[in-house]
């Protein structure tokens, strides 16, 4: 009976499986616990991964705005704060490389710090992005503020055409051929008016609407865009297309400062002059002093860089040629005087054997520092577009030549094939057909994206 009263006996028995079962509870929930830990340090980290991500694409999208403004733009020069408050802090830099001519590479780091105070990313994003460039626009005809004005029958039939201030044609003037359309621009930029010290900048609505003028029968033949032009009568293949978003094209730069530099000899305008059936040859990097005059047959060769202090006139049937010597390099004639450069009854300005022409500069303006003012703006840019310092008359021509009025007015008239022409304003008239063949070496350039890649 006392055996039988022991095995029926319970009091205690639940504290076994306690002692059992409780540690493994606790096991349970430390797991759980540390799981849940662990689950949000990785969403955390995920977050200012992502953060990061965000920050090197932002930088992406920056680096394509400043490159789109400024082709020479190489980067942040650091860390740039996307976003900043009390937990968190995400930066991005970039830096450019220029590969080559075709190609360059942004490399952009986005990175998050946390705290917002911390020297140093707890995670960070970089991506390479390779850039090509789409170039359009080999300009015939580059003009600046003052604008392009065409009248009679003058015709521009080849290149395209960019205008920063107007244009007026009249009577039967004509860009482009029903055959060969022409892509002109206009930005309008030639307010405010009257000209003072902010002069020049783009016009707003309102202020010069319709800066293309078009009377009697002149035609444009291309596609036209032309910011606030909304008349697109008298235009066709196909015309206007847009009348918004033309920027303004900076007139080429030139180093004046290096060809004066480097000036190895200088010769007076009576020796460098001629006259009737004579010869002149003119050694490259010279320095020409006071006013230069080819007429009557005389033929020059040049070859190389000329600086012209005074005036250079030619006229009656004189040659002045590039040397087969330079083969494609270019040489530039700068001419400083007021009275700048002028040619006129069948002067020509003849190329090379590898068909290459001169560059005629005049920096003449009527500003104080003319002609060695490195810009030119407000009324004194305004009065010196008017001011002709190029001009070609009776059959004068350059087929692969360049004629540059750096702060003023190329005036044309009468005149056979032409390179190319760039002036704050271009005047063309009494004309034949003029073919324009050179490019200016002004257009746009327009970088987009060729490859995007994580780096690791």
């Known amino acids: 009976m006392k055996i039988a009263k022991?095995?029926?006996?319970?009091?205690?028995?639940?504290?076994?499986?306690?002692?059992?079962?409780?540690?493994?509870?606790?096991?349970?929930?430390a797991s759980y616990l540390q799981l849940s830990v662990n689950n949000y340090k990785v969403a955390r980290i995920d977050q200012f991964h992502t953060e990061a991500q965000l920050g090197a694409d932002a930088g992406a999208d920056y680096a394509m705005g400043q490159i789109s403004t400024n082709q020479a733009w190489t980067g942040t020069g650091g860390e740039v704060t996307l976003h900043s408050d009390s937990d968190s802090k995400t930066t991005y830099s970039a830096t450019v490389t220029d590969n080559n001519a075709d190609s360059k590479t942004v490399t952009i780091v986005g990175r998050t710090y946390r705290p917002a105070?911390?020297?140093?990313?707890?995670?960070?994003?970089?991506?390479?992005?390779?850039?090509?460039?789409?170039?359009?626009?080999?300009?015939?005809?580059?003009?600046?503020?003052?604008?392009?004005?065409?009248?009679?029958?003058?015709?521009?039939t080849g290149g395209d055409v960019y205008v920063n201030g107007e244009i007026t044609m009249s009577n039967s003037s004509q860009i482009g051929l029903t055959t060969n359309p022409v892509n002109l621009?206009?930005?309008?930029?030639?307010c405010p008016t009257p000209a003072n010290a902010t002069y020049p900048r783009l016009c707003n609505s309102g202020e010069n609407n319709n800066p293309i003028t078009l009377n009697n029968t002149a035609h444009i033949y291309g596609a036209v865009?032309?910011?606030y032009q909304t008349d697109g009568s008298g235009m066709s293949n196909t015309g206007l297309i847009a009348s918004s978003g033309v920027s303004h094209q900076a007139l080429p730069a030139y180093d004046r400062n290096a060809q004066k530099s480097a000036?190895?000899?200088?010769?007076?305008?009576?020796?460098?002059?001629?006259?009737?059936?004579q010869t002149r040859t003119w050694n490259a990097n010279t320095k020409i002093t006071g006013n230069v005059?080819?007429?009557?047959?005389?033929?020059?060769?040049?070859?190389?860089?000329?600086?012209?202090?005074?005036?250079?006139?030619?006229?009656?049937?004189?040659?002045?040629?590039?040397?087969?010597?330079?083969?494609?390099?270019?040489?530039?004639?700068?001419?400083?005087?007021?009275?700048?450069?002028?040619?006129?009854?069948?002067?020509?300005?003849?190329?090379?054997?590898?068909?290459?022409?001169?560059?005629?500069?005049?920096?003449?303006?009527?500003?104080?520092?003319?002609?060695d003012c490195s810009d030119v703006t407000g009324t004194d840019l305004y009065n010196s577009r008017?001011?002709?310092?190029?001009?070609?008359?009776?059959?004068?021509?350059?087929?692969?030549?360049?004629f540059y009025a750096r702060w003023s007015k190329v005036s044309v008239s009468n005149s056979g094939q032409i390179g190319a022409l760039i002036g704050q304003m271009i005047d063309i008239n009494n004309s034949g057909t003029i073919t324009f063949g050179t490019s200016t070496g002004t257009g746009t350039t327009t970088w987009i994206i060729s490859d995007y890649r994580r780096s690791f």
């Open 225 to 227: 865009k032309a910011n």
């Open 117 to 156: 105070t911390a020297t140093s990313a707890i995670t960070s994003v970089t991506i390479k992005v390779g850039l090509r460039p789409v170039r359009s626009g080999l300009y015939s005809v580059v003009t600046g503020v003052g604008g392009l004005t065409m009248s009679n029958s003058s015709k521009i």
């Open 263 to 277: 000036v190895t000899s200088t010769i007076t305008a009576s020796a460098a002059s001629c006259s009737g059936s």
């Open 386 to 402: 008017n001011d002709t310092t190029i001009s070609l008359n009776n059959s004068a021509q350059g087929a692969q030549t360049i």
């Open 6 to 29: 022991l095995l029926n006996q319970k009091d205690g028995s639940i504290l076994l499986p306690l002692i059992i079962v409780i540690p493994f509870l606790i096991l349970i929930i």
């Open 293 to 371: 005059s080819i007429s009557n047959n005389c033929v020059v060769t040049v070859k190389g860089n000329i600086w012209i202090t005074g005036t250079l006139n030619m006229s009656n049937s004189t040659f002045m040629k590039v040397d087969n010597s330079l083969g494609s390099t270019q040489p530039v004639i700068m001419v400083d005087a007021s009275g700048g450069a002028s040619f006129s009854n069948s002067s020509n300005l003849t190329s090379n054997s590898s068909n290459t022409g001169f560059e005629i500069i005049t920096y003449a303006s009527d500003a104080s520092c003319s002609p």
């Open 185 to 190: 621009f206009v930005a309008n930029q030639t």
